[in-house]
């Protein structure tokens, strides 16, 4: 009884988490562009949108192939905490320099020389 409630009501719920990591993996590779992955030093913005598509895909169609899908969610957690963070920096991204700031600025306001 313990495992059935286990297997109708938990293990879906794990199943629709792997997929939104998945989706939301392939839409963040995706929005980079492919110079960003050569400066991080990592594998090409071709090479993660196919990984994480097929990932989308199996936990889509494939979803009792459980292999594939765990295959497919360490390669999202890879992108999600390696890939991600790298391309982030390389960019740019948030904690970057604010619109407006000068380049003298520093992290708690203008750097004057010590004057």
């Not at 913005?45 to 989308?56: S, Y």
């Not at 790298?86 to 708690?108: E, I, T, W």
């Amino acid at each position: 009884m313990l495992m059935q409630g286990f297997k109708d009501g938990v293990l879906p719920l794990f199943g629709y988490a792997m997929l939104l990591l998945a989706v939301v993996a392939f839409v963040l590779a995706a929005v980079p562009r492919e110079d960003a992955y050569r400066a991080a030093d990592k594998q090409t913005k071709t090479f993660w949108l196919v990984v994480l598509g097929m990932t989308v895909v199996v936990d889509v169609f494939l979803a009792t192939f459980w292999f594939l899908t765990l295959a497919g969610l360490v390669a999202s957690i890879v992108f999600m905490v390696d890939v991600r963070p790298a391309l982030k920096q390389v960019s740019g991204g948030r904690g970057g320099r604010r619109k407006g700031g000068s380049s003298s600025d520093g992290p708690y306001g203008p750097y004057n020389g010590g004057r």
